[in-house]
């Protein structure tokens, strides 16, 4: 993987997990932006950008807000993050 593509610019990771778990990050980061829709991140490679790989779960739960777990997570979606152990 070459880039990754995004609203946010090309930031260069060097594979999809590593490239999701940093649009994770600047996703988390800039929520203070009220005109950013974190739900809808995706990473693609620079040289195939047709193909998303989304970062996010999509569900939408019960208050209308998206879930926060990553995409394809385990378990029952959330708005808290998971703590690693």
Not at 30 to 44: C, D, I, K, M, W
Not at 45 to 62: G, K, M, P, T, Y
Not at 63 to 85: I, M, N, Q, T, Y
Request: glycine letters at 8%; one cysteine or more.
């Amino acid at each position: 993987m070459d880039g990754v593509a995004g609203s946010l610019g090309l930031v260069v990771a060097t594979d999809l997990p590593s490239a999701q778990r940093l649009a994770r990050v600047v996703a988390h980061w800039a929520h203070v932006l009220p005109q950013l829709e974190a739900g809808g991140t995706s990473v693609s490679a620079e040289d195939d950008q047709n193909v998303r790989h989304w970062v996010f779960c999509d569900r939408i739960l019960s208050e209308g807000r998206r879930c926060l777990l990553r995409a394809d997570h385990d378990g029952a979606c959330s708005r808290r993050l998971a703590r690693r152990r």
